[in-house]
């Protein structure tokens, strides 16, 4: 059974490695747009073999404490290997921001874009080592797999503000039956099973004096897993959503390329663009039927906000002209907070990235200023360092905005169920309905993907907005600037969309909430955490005890 481990055993470990990074960049297959998922039956199995073989060779030298070194030292590198090709395949969009402005960045992008996969892919290299800490031959090497690699994406998503993007978990939830199972385990319970279940093939191979019979077992068990999920999945799919009564929605998607956006003399026509669409749609419905109206982030190429009022008096005039009686806006734009000098002018101590809702007479009801910022595209770690070098914020705000203080609140508008904003990248991250003391109605998501052009990115960030929806019982009303705006009902179906580089309106109702989900009343993915790390500190004393 150790037949294949033990040939791929004669190879160095860099050769292993670059077996790793071919089978790491393979897996993004898995994932939006693709959604290619049986391609992890391969893709896993493959670094687990790397894995066994490095165990094995180091195995059977006469010094065991050293050999165990080289072991963690071996698994280590070729789990980072797989974590660079898998990140760097997942987030390569990241380089189309440099070229918006490729006279200043363009330069930096072959470094930026391999910057963030090689620090990603420690994370996988500390689950590669905790796996080959843990190895023993047969099935317990799969669970080992499992538990390391779990606890790596759980710390991506926390630690250094967090970047939970293209958890396995929403592979197994590329489609939307097997996405239902997210609103009783969440993303991170989603992300467990894909762990057990993609890695199974791995055993027909066991690095084990198993029967041969035997050997199927995973895989037959994986297998029933994903066909007993797409039927629960298809089952719950039968429910209905209805319509909120007398709520109708306008959603605008202006699509304006970002190199436009940041060019000052483009303000005037960029507004009116957004206007005209506010105003009329795309088949001239007048905007006086609709009870809310919700723009992207940053759909106002200036200041919009100063301290709690609008800061450019002839704005303010125009939406309160367009603004109907009844009719609530929402929209994403820049707040300043400053105070006025001597000359009349004010000053700016703070700039932040925000969401205004807008009532009658274009008055700013409320707002709120995002606090989980983009590193490096809303604000710069180290920015004197950087500063030095050359490097600034890609937003026009050079030394980036600032973080809001408090998480979004639940926000009331006339006519519709309170709704929880959620601007930009903030969606990617489970758990927040159940940091609020009420349960809003719905989510708002406002969004400025124009940065990542038509490339995997924007459809990515869609489908972790579709699992949040699902996570949390919730619809979602996004609007996008460049796409991807769409209604997205509390099971993660797509009811109405405007495609990436499309401009235009959705006009639609809003969805019904359903009651409370089993993940948003017990906060799984923390329990689920706090049972696996015994069994996990079990099995590295075993290891250990072994390996001495």
Not at 160 to 182: D, I, R, V, Y
Not at 473 to 480: D, E, N
Request: glycine share 8%; net charge neutral.
């Amino acid at each position: 059974m150790d037949a294949l481990p033990r040939l791929i055993a004669r190879l160095n470990t860099g050769k292993l490695a670059l077996i790793a990074f071919v089978a790491g960049a393979l897996s993004v297959l898995a994932m939006a747009p693709f959604f290619l998922w049986p391609i992890l039956f391969v893709t896993f199995p493959v670094l687990v073999w790397t894995l066994d073989a490095v165990c094995l060779r180091e195995g059977e030298a006469e010094e065991p404490l050293v050999t165990f070194g080289k072991r963690l030292k071996s698994a280590a590198i070729i789990g980072w290997a797989f974590g660079f090709g898998f990140f760097l395949a997942s987030t390569y969009w990241i380089g189309y921001a440099f070229y918006v402005e490729a006279e200043r960045y363009a330069a930096l992008m072959p470094f930026a874009v391999a910057a963030l996969p090689a620090g990603l892919g420690l994370f996988y290299a500390a689950a590669s080592a905790l796996t080959a800490a843990m190895w023993q031959r047969g099935y317990a090497r799969l669970a080992a797999f499992a538990f390391a690699f779990f606890c790596a994406d759980a710390a991506r998503g926390y630690l250094l503000t967090g970047f939970p993007w293209n958890l396995f978990g929403e592979a197994l939830a590329a489609n939307t039956p097997h996405m239902q199972l997210a609103a009783y385990i969440g993303v991170y319970g989603l992300n467990l099973a894909a762990l057990f279940v993609f890695p199974a093939p791995a055993a027909l191979i066991a690095a084990s004096e198993a029967q041969h019979a035997r050997l199927w077992l995973p895989l037959l068990l994986s297998v029933a897993v994903l066909a007993g999920s797409y039927a629960f999945g298809v089952n719950r799919l039968a429910e209905t959503v209805g319509l909120v009564d007398g709520v109708r929605m306008r959603i605008v998607q202006p699509n304006v390329p970002q190199r436009e956006k940041l060019n000052p003399e483009n303000r005037r026509w960029i507004f009116d663009r957004v206007l005209s669409l506010t105003k009329s749609g795309t088949d001239g419905s007048d905007v006086s039927g609709f009870t809310h109206v919700i723009w992207p982030e940053t759909s106002v190429p200036f200041h919009f906000g100063i301290n709690k009022e609008i800061y450019i008096r002839e704005a303010r005039d125009i939406l309160a002209a367009a603004i109907p009686p009844h009719t609530t806006f929402i929209l994403g734009a820049e707040r300043a907070e400053g105070v006025m000098t001597v000359e009349n002018r004010y000053t700016f101590y703070a700039v932040y990235n925000s969401l205004f809702v807008l009532g009658e007479g274009a008055q700013i009801s409320k707002f709120y200023d995002k606090v989980h910022l983009v590193p490096f595209g809303e604000y710069v770690p180290f920015h004197g360092f950087l500063a030095a070098l050359g490097f600034y914020g890609f937003s026009h705000q050079l030394s980036g905005f600032d973080a809001g203080e408090v998480l979004a609140p639940s926000i009331k508008t006339p006519m519709a169920p309170d709704f929880l904003p959620l601007i930009c990248y903030e969606i990617i991250f489970p758990g927040r309905v159940s940091n609020l003391s009420e349960r809003p109605g719905w989510f708002v998501n406002v969004t400025n993907d124009a940065w990542f052009g038509d490339s995997t990115g924007p459809y990515q960030h869609l489908h972790q907005v579709r699992v949040r929806a699902v996570e949390e019982g919730l619809p979602v009303m996004r609007s996008a600037n460049t796409g991807i705006s769409a209604v997205i009902d509390p099971y993660g179906r797509i009811i109405a969309q405007l495609g990436l580089g499309e401009t235009g309106v959705i006009d639609h109702g809003l969805p019904k909430a359903i009651p409370a989900t089993f993940y948003e009343k017990s906060r799984l993915p923390a329990f689920i955490f706090l049972f696996l790390l015994p069994i996990e500190i079990y099995l590295i004393i075993v290891a250990f005890g072994r390996a001495a």
